[in-house]
């Protein structure tokens, strides 16, 4: 829960800094950074499903 909080700060900073981005390789960068912090955010939350047990 903690880990995914701090991602989120992360990912919600690095998207205010594409706003201010200048150039486009700067844009890049942080649209990468960006994406890769969406995809642990993802992977975090998807721990933390229960799974259901659909053996019979």
């Known amino acids: 829960m903690i880990m995914t909080k701090k991602l989120t700060h992360k990912y919600a900073f690095a998207l205010l800094k594409m706003k201010n981005a200048e150039g486009r390789n700067e844009y890049m960068d942080l649209a ?4 890769l912090l969406w995809h642990q955010i993802v992977c975090q939350k998807s721990k933390n499903i229960p799974r259901i047990n659909c053996r019979a």
Do not use: I, V
């Not at 990468?32 to 994406?35: L, R, S």
């Open 32 to 35: 990468k950074e960006a994406n």
